[in-house]
């Protein structure tokens, strides 16, 4: 996810002696044994661990902030090749950009990997959550879960979805608009629409649950120093209130016969109905619902930002996505909300966000950690080692797309699913909210398109890496009508 991404890749400097806290100590006797695992294990990957303690954190954050971001992991990969080790944050770890081994790395979970998480990310989402889960609990909690996020249930959706685009980008006009929180504004709400419906004084309890929410996701991302003042410290006593917050929710619903709802909290108060297991706990139920929300805001919100900026920058992509959106208007009574089959023809769009998540998704990494030695094609990973999967590396990999820094959405013309493009992950962890993203991107696309003429940079704007993906500014832009 973004969050741990982030965390471990675009920390300031601030950041890197914290993690140096958590993690130092693993990683220093791991450098300790580096002399003796050589020897131990003579087929270990090849790289560098660069200097004591900070490793090659330097070089990679001079990169992240250069103009040449991807230059680290280039350098390496025509170094070592594809699966190299280096040192970063305090940890040495192991990164993959190689289909195949991710594959690998991502397919097999236990025995031989399991997912780790930084502690204020674990604090976040809570020990109940499917990130934190293994066996046969993920299992179960990930079926309930994927059950409200499948396109049978989606499929409902689409009218709701494309009302709170719309509502969010009639807004838009003659205003100088920032992207970045305007995205974040929606992604929020559709994700709330799809996980809890807060009943009673809904608009009100949204309003004090979103900014407690905020504060959650702040912490999510700070140092994990629990001390009075800290950003972890108040996403503690924030993540209790929402926590409240949510409890109350559940307990009006378990004692009104009121209406019916079909969120995700809905399904996780049926849970033993629907699978004849243990009803859900309390915690349970809050720990899913709070780092599903957090899982799928953040992610979205970038992803919708880096579309607009995207199809800004080309106006070919932005005239052949009017001719596909207003070939399905033609199509259908005015006013009229858009439909699942609406939905499904929007096939540029598709190759589009592709495109989009291709060159900018905001998941930099995913992170494993060896739980036995491992062997793969002839190399040797030791015991309870981190292994990260490189997605922005393996998307820009030229030998699989060329010219990759290059926005073109025609590569994905005819193009078949592989493991060469995994912008969700791949395997028993596959992202669960990939269909509403999907949908809520294309939705806000259809409704940008077919609303507005064009848009413009308000200021110069530019991608950047450094301390976590988004646009240096947040995209100020200005809309022009039809
Ligand atoms: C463009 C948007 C998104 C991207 C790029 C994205 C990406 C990912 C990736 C790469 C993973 C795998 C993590 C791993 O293997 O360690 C993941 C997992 C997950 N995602 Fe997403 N995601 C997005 C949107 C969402 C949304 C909208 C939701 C929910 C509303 C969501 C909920 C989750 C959850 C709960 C998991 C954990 C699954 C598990 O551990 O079994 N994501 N996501
Ligand atoms: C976009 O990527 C997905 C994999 O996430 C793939 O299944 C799909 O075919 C691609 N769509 C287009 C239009 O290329």
Partial sequence: MSQWGILLEGGAIIFFVAVLFTYGAAGLKWLR??????KRYRKLPKGSLGWPLVGETFAFQHCLMSTTPHSFVDERRRR???????HLFGTPLLASTDPDMNKFILTKEEPLFTSTLPKSISMAVGENALLMLRGDRHKRMRRLVLSVFSPEVLKHKTGSIQASATSILKTWKGRKVLVADDAREYTFYVAMNAIIDMGQDRDERSEVFRNRFLQLRAGARALPIDLPGTAFRKAVQARKHLKTMVETVIDERKRSSGPQYDDLLAKLLRASESDGGEPLKNEEIVDVVLSSLLAGFDTSANTLLFLVYYIGQHPQVLHDLKVEHQEIL??????????????????????TINETLRLANPVLSLHRRTLQDVEYNGRMVPA???????????????????????????????KASTNNFIPFGL????????????????????????????????????????????????????????
């Fill in 427 to 482: 395997g028993p962890r596959l992202c669960v909210g990939m269909d509403l993203a999907r949908m809520e991107l294309s939705i806000f696309v259809h409704c940008l398109v077919t609303m507005y003429r064009t848009w413009e940079l308000a200021e110069e704007d530019a991608p950047r890496f450094f301390p976590e993906p988004g646009m240096k500014k947040g995209l100020p832009i200005f809309v022009h009508d039809l």
């Fill in 384 to 414: 309870n080692c981190p292994v990260q999967v490189w997605l922005r590396s393996l998307h820009t990999d030229p030998d699989l797309y060329p010219q990759p820094y290059n926005f073109d959405v025609d590569r994905w013309k005819g």
């Fill in 80 to 86: 070592y090749g594809d699966l190299f080790l280096t």
């Fill in 33 to 38: 044994l580096t002399p003796a695992l050589r």
């Fill in 330 to 351: 033609k199509d259908k009574p005015a006013d009229e909300p858009l439909s699942y089959s609406d939905y499904k023809r929007m096939k540029l769009t598709q190759s």
